[in-house]
């Protein structure tokens, strides 16, 4: 009997040590575990100071706004049958970063534009970083090209001032160039003045209109909606015309721009023209010079 109660005495002494060491060891791998929480954490933190790279951003908000924006203003953000152009009209890309922000976060109901507030601040900024890059500011790219020799390309040989004006200067009957490689890359420069014939839409062709009193109307379409048609002729005059007293409107479908600068330009001289168009832009951005 007193060796069964000493022998009973003797396991509970061993259980009670074998608790103790596991009460010991649960606690030092619990402050491991801590240690090691804490530690993970200020490495996070530190990494999250630093601000991602562009391309992440880039890509990120590129998945943002292909998923919720490229419906409405297309994959290109140049408008599409539900919404505007946001990446060229010059009352959106003028828009600070911060006013820009302002439009996700609120949405525009009355037009229909809902709220992204709900994408977070994150999302919100590398959507904005990306919109910013459709409309060709952001990180800017090396330009290939003497600009200087592409001054003298625009102002002389290729005839460039004779329809188009920058900074005030030059024609009047293309449209003003000075701030076109704001949102404009160099290569869609480049394929603006090779193939001019790509151009979409009425705007900047001509049109040959007959009015229901039989008078004739030609020049360049400066702007058409639903009702009405804004004409600049040749010679300067201007003309706005009502579509209700208009028999016919023949608009031509080649431009009034040479289709000829491929083989007239040589591929150097072609690049110093885009990289003149797009220092001008440049520069004006540079200066902080408004609308």
Excluded at 62 to 90: K, V
Excluded at 206 to 214: H, M, Q, S, W
């Amino acid at each position: 009997m007193s060796v069964a109660r000493h022998s009973f005495q003797m396991t509970g002494v061993t259980l009670s040590r074998t608790r103790c060491q596991l009460t010991r060891f649960a606690t030092v791998a619990s402050f491991v575990v801590l240690a090691l929480h804490a530690a993970s954490a200020q490495e996070a933190q530190k990494l999250g100071t630093k601000r991602p790279p562009a391309a992440t951003s880039l890509s990120g908000g590129q998945q943002t706004f292909d998923s919720t924006c490229a419906s409405c203003h297309g994959l290109d953000g140049r408008g599409g049958e539900r919404a505007p152009d946001i990446a060229t009209r010059p009352e959106i890309t003028r828009l600070s970063d911060q006013d820009l922000l302002k439009v996700l976060r609120a949405g525009i109901p009355e037009k229909g534009m809902p709220s992204f507030a709900a994408l977070g601040s994150a999302k919100l900024s590398a959507l904005l970083s990306y919109i910013r890059s459709l409309q060709g500011k952001g990180t800017s790219l090396p330009v290939a090209g003497n600009t200087e020799k592409g001054k003298e390309l625009y102002w002389g040989k290729a005839g460039c001032s004779e329809c188009h004006m920058v900074n005030g200067a030059g024609g009047f009957l293309g449209r003003d160039l000075s701030k076109y490689g704001e949102n404009h890359s160099v290569t869609e420069i480049q394929s603006a003045i090779v193939k001019p014939e790509k151009t979409t839409g009425t705007r900047g062709h001509v049109a040959e209109v007959t009015a229901k009193d039989g008078k004739l109307y030609s020049g360049v379409v400066r702007n058409e909606d639903n009702f009405s048609l804004q004409l600049l002729a040749l010679d300067g005059t201007f003309h706005l015309l009502s579509k209700s007293d208009l028999a016919a409107i023949n608009f031509r479908q080649e431009s009034l721009m040479p289709a000829d600068y491929g083989s007239k330009l040589s591929a150097a001289e072609l690049d110093a023209l885009a990289a003149y168009l797009a220092g001008i832009a440049r520069t004006k951005q540079k200066h902080g010079d408004e609308f």
